[in-house]
């Protein structure tokens, strides 16, 4: 699989869609579909609780899921992006979406996680996501309200309210570092695996991508 970076100029598109249409989820059992159900989307309770354990621990994800610094040139609030941490059948902002293609098709029911990126490690990723949903099941995690209304239309003030994902990859790594009791179950993750890619992604691009000029900085302060 080819990977360009999630943004890799000003006016580019995003380079995620052709990844995170691969970040589907969903759970089976002896052939039948466990995620099909009466509920918001034809989802089942199952589902929603699965789906609410990857709100929960969706900025932790980000560590994982989106770990670059370009990640994030991509993730911006107010230009479409999946940024907010919430559940929506319809809403492009929302970071987990129910594809709706074929809206009777119970084999068809998942949930993706349109914040991922192709820079990820599908080694980390995968299971880190598959972890969280786990985690949301076995606590029955409450997605919270879906998020189907025009979030354009919202007042700053009730924007505000909505859970985002990290701004930064170094906030999704102190997130991570906060929030990673759950990838620990059944030695899935281990504290030290975790530990290593924490520090890793700090000193190898935290520091020296905060450390560097950007060419955007020369034009801005140059004549200053």
Not at 139 to 159: A, K, R, T, Y
Not at 203 to 213: G, I, K, N
Request: with cysteine; charged share 25%.
């Amino acid at each position: 699989m080819i990977r360009r970076p999630p943004r890799s100029t000003l006016s580019s598109s995003s380079a995620a869609s052709d990844v995170y249409k691969r970040q589907h989820q969903s759970i089976w059992k002896d052939g039948k579909p466990l995620f099909a159900g009466n509920e918001y989307a034809g989802l089942s309770k199952m589902a929603l609780h699965y789906i609410g354990g990857l709100i929960k621990h969706g900025q932790a994800l980000m560590g994982l899921c989106a770990p670059t610094s370009n990640s994030y040139k991509r993730l911006v609030p107010g230009f479409e992006a999946p940024t907010i941490l919430g559940l929506s059948a319809r809403n492009r902002t929302a970071a987990f979406r129910v594809p709706m293609y074929d809206p009777d098709n119970k084999a068809a029911k998942r949930v993706e996680f349109r914040s991922a990126d192709g820079t990820c490690n599908p080694y980390l990723a995968f299971p880190a996501m598959l972890m969280a949903g786990l985690d949301g099941i076995e606590n029955e995690i409450d997605p919270g309200d879906v998020l189907d209304e025009d979030l354009f239309s919202l007042p700053d003030e009730e924007q505000a309210k909505l859970k985002q994902v990290p701004n930064s990859i170094d906030g999704a790594l102190n997130a991570l570092e906060d929030d990673h009791e759950f990838l620990l179950k059944g030695d899935v993750f281990t504290s030290d695996l975790l530990e290593a890619w924490i520090s890793y992604k700090r000193e190898t691009e935290v520091d020296q991508v905060r450390t560097r000029p950007h060419p955007w900085e020369y034009y801005l302060t140059f004549n200053a």
